[in-house]
């Protein structure tokens, strides 16, 4: 009935029956509308995605309306770019002595505080001279004995000489007599080492620092019998000041630092803390190892820091630290930027909020000083603390610091 209603449609224009719906003509729009959307679609996208070129590229802020672009302009230098190497090190002094008696007696003074820093010849202790007094003094009077005999056998070779001369006695009396002289005065050798020996004795008595450096913790106390074959020995004397600091660079970067050694360039080198964040203090290179290791295929250098300046620290609460020695009120360290100072570096004062290192609220009277800072400014090295992992950079060609180093060349 519907193909007879359209057909009725179409053959009669015009007139068109109430309630007939022409629903192969709306389907047929309906598909047309949708292929012009797909079409228009897909020309949309290949618009989109297609990649056109730019007649300027894009910038930011005025630039990309056509206004000047910004730039930052760098001026060319010639100069000599520094190379570092990282090794890892340890803080070694270079001289630990073990002070020892070296005569038997008893302790009767112990003259030094554990801890303290003392100077080569310092006095240490005291054993007991009186028995060495004693010798000395029979060395001493064999001594004048048997010079007195040979003052005696020598008048006698003179009377002798004169008899022989006269042809009063044999010669072989007077023969006899210039032996017995040799005798003595080789007896009198003999007396003077004895006595010198004594002496010495004393001197061993008297026991001294052999170098300068910090004692540590005392092996024996006054009261006790000590023997040269003691094996602690008194105390033990560490060398601070100067001291080294021998670490390990690969074997592919020795002929780099021989070259440099070999021109006689003094390579700097900086010791780090452990963290390698803070400078510990700054060196020079000393010496290259003649052996490497083929275990590990690095190879050790020494370098030799001055480790002068003694700086003792106090408590802290983790922003501040007090001072108790080796800084003086008014003087100024560096707080921040120490781990970017090289020697003969120039250097910019920065604004700080707190610029003399004391504590907020602190009141500082006259005559006291205000013992707190951030940090000192070249601290000292430990000897008893290992450095950090790359501790120890040897630097080479730019003109150091237990434990990274820097070799520039």
């Known amino acids: 009935m519907d193909g007879d209603a359209a057909r009725f449609e179409f053959g009669r224009p015009g007139v068109r029956p109430s309630g007939v719906v022409s629903r192969p003509l709306r389907g047929s729009r309906l598909r047309w509308l949708f292929w012009v959307l797909l079409v228009l679609a897909i020309i949309g996208a290949a618009v989109w995605y297609y990649p056109r070129p730019e007649s300027q590229p894009k910038t930011g802020g005025r630039g990309q309306f056509g206004g000047p672009v910004p730039v930052a302009l760098a001026t060319v230098q010639k100069g000599d770019m520094p190379v570092t190497l990282t ?35 310092d006095f240490l202790a005291q054993i007991d001279p009186r028995p060495y007094q004693v010798a000395l003094e029979q060395a001493e009077g064999q001594l004048a004995k048997d010079q007195a005999l040979l003052k005696n056998a020598q008048l006698d ?142 190879v050790k250098l020494r370098a030799i820091f001055d480790n002068e300046q003694e700086v003792k620290l106090g408590p802290g609460d983790g922003q501040r630290i007090a001072v108790l020695d080796g800084l003086q009120p008014g003087e100024k360290v560096v707080v921040d930027g120490s781990d970017r100072l090289r020697e003969g570096a120039k250097i910019t004062l920065a ?42 950079q040897p630097r080479q060609g730019e003109g150091q610091d237990r434990g990274r180093r820097r070799d520039t060349q």
């Open 157 to 298: 070779l003179q009377r002798y000489n004169t008899l022989v001369a006269q042809n009063s006695i044999a010669t072989q009396t007077r023969d006899t007599q210039v032996s017995l002289v040799a005798q003595d005065q080789a007896a009198i050798k003999t007396d003077q080492a004895q006595v010198d020996a004594q002496k010495l004795n004393l001197v061993y008595a008297h026991i001294v620092s052999p170098v300068t450096g910090r004692v540590g913790l005392r092996q024996v106390d006054a009261g006790n019998y000590v023997q040269t074959s003691d094996p602690n020995g008194i105390v033990v004397v560490t060398q601070l000041q100067p001291i080294s600091v021998i670490f390990t660079l690969p074997e592919d970067s020795l002929p780099a630092v021989m070259k440099q050694v070999h021109t006689g360039v003094s390579l700097p080198v900086t010791a780090y803390d452990r963290t390698g964040t803070t400078a510990l203090g700054t060196g020079r290179l000393e010496t290259v190892d003649n052996q490497i290791d083929t275990t590990t295929g690095t």
């Open 351 to 392: 604004a700080t909020s707190n610029p003399t290192g004391t504590a907020p609220n602190a009141k500082q009277d006259k005559g006291q000083p205000q013992a707190a800072a951030g940090q000192e400014t070249s601290p000292s090295v430990d000897p008893q603390a290992p450095a950090a992992p790359g501790s120890a």
């Open 87 to 121: 090794g890892l090190g340890t803080v070694t002094p270079l001289a630990t002595v073990t002070v020892k008696t070296q005569i038997n007696g008893y302790l009767t003074e112990v003259a030094f505080q554990e801890g303290q820093m003392v100077k080569k010849g």
